[in-house]
């Protein structure tokens, strides 16, 4: 077979969840998804991520729901207990907050509740994201919370094959996992994997090889960093750069290894610093590293405020590829 006839068709990360989900579904008759808008009468939800999946399956699989984020959650951590896999889609991250008990106090911990007897095997979705000027109450980055909670896993793709292939790993994982899409980067393209193929939950990826500084990030901010390494070049540092995918559980040994190497670290995340992912990332580093270190582990997040809405405000809130590329350069100095 010729090399052309080998190569996989671009798509975007949008595409490739929409994938993901349907060949789910199609491989399993308990995948369920439900939400607000999901089904084709209502376009496929508000940016079209399961547009045609009610057409193929049938509206007893893909049910538009009312707006009620904590009936959405408590039906599918329902459905769960009786041998189905529900795909929940949260419209906006924000609004997880409707259904914090829900997902909190009952999916994650009815596996612990029960003596490991109960498992609540399901996916919520959920976008979020700066760029499209949508306020303080659209756009937050909130995985910290979710990380935080035992029992729940966190994943965050970057690229449209991870997008694929943690979904497929989100859908087969018996516990919760929340599943967080950027907006901005829904139309991101890049290369679709076969089907079936799956991104083990909890395994990072390096997307860069470098010598000097290990940067940590997860979805859109990775791109960022990946962004900057043309400027940090110039500066004659070489950054490796990894894809953590899964925020919780984090790949410590993927990390480890890279940080042995540079003595550097730098994570970087579009939500907000304080209390982040990255301080429970720099704390292990620190405590792991101690006295091998070539410079303090650094933090790289938003500001400790809610998303502005003004355009200027929301370009200097979350890190870019100038920032991430300021701040590695910095820790080789």
């Known amino acids: 077979m010729s090399d052309t006839a080998t190569k996989v068709k671009p798509v975007t990360i949008l595409q490739a969840i929409n994938t993901a989900i349907a060949d789910a579904m199609a491989a399993d008759d308990t995948v369920l998804v439900l939400g607000e808008d999901v089904a084709d009468p ?17 509206e007893a699989r893909v049910r538009s729901t009312p707006i009620a984020e904590q009936a959405i959650i408590g039906a599918a951590i329902g459905a769960s207990l009786v041998g189905y896999k529900p795909v929940a889609e949260i419209m906006l991250m924000n609004f997880t907050t409707v259904a914090m008990d829900m997902i909190v106090n009952h999916a994650a911990k009815l596996r612990f509740m029960s003596g490991g007897q109960t498992h609540v095997p399901i996916v919520i979705r959920t976008m979020t994201g700066t760029g499209f000027s949508s306020g303080g109450q659209h756009c937050d980055y909130l995985e910290a919370w979710f990380a935080h909670t035992a029992g729940m896993k966190v994943v965050a793709p970057s690229n449209p094959a991870d997008a694929y292939g943690l979904m497929r790993a989100a859908i087969n994982d018996p516990d919760p996992v929340l599943y967080i ?9 890049g290369e679709a994997p076969e089907t079936g193929h799956t991104v083990p939950l909890g395994k990072a990826r390096v997307a860069k090889e470098g010598t000097d500084v290990t940067i940590v990030s997860y979805s859109r901010t990775l791109n960022e960093a990946v962004s900057a390494v043309a400027e940090m070049e110039a500066a004659g540092v070489s950054a490796e750069i990894i894809d953590l995918r899964t925020i919780s ?16 670290c730098l994570i970087t995340h579009e939500a907000v610093t304080q209390f982040g992912v990255g301080a429970e990332i720099a704390a292990v580093l620190q405590t792991e590293f101690f006295g091998k ?6 933090r790289l997040g938003a500001p400790y405020a809610p998303v502005p ?6 370009d ?13 350069i910095a820790l080789t100095k």
Do not use: C, H, Q
């Not at 899409?181 to 393209?189: C, Q, R």
């Open 316 to 328: 200097a809130f979350a890190p870019n590829a100038k920032r991430i590329a300021a701040a590695a």
């Open 181 to 189: 899409e950027n907006l901005p980067a829904y139309w991101t393209p």
């Open 293 to 298: 270190l070539k410079a303090p582990v650094a």
């Open 42 to 58: 209502e376009e496929g939800g508000v940016v079209g991520i399961t547009k045609g999946l009610s057409s193929r399956f049938g």
């Open 309 to 314: 809405f003004s355009k200027p405000l929301e």
């Open 249 to 264: 559980p984090w790949d410590k040994e993927t990390v480890f290894a890279s940080v042995a190497k540079t003595g550097r």
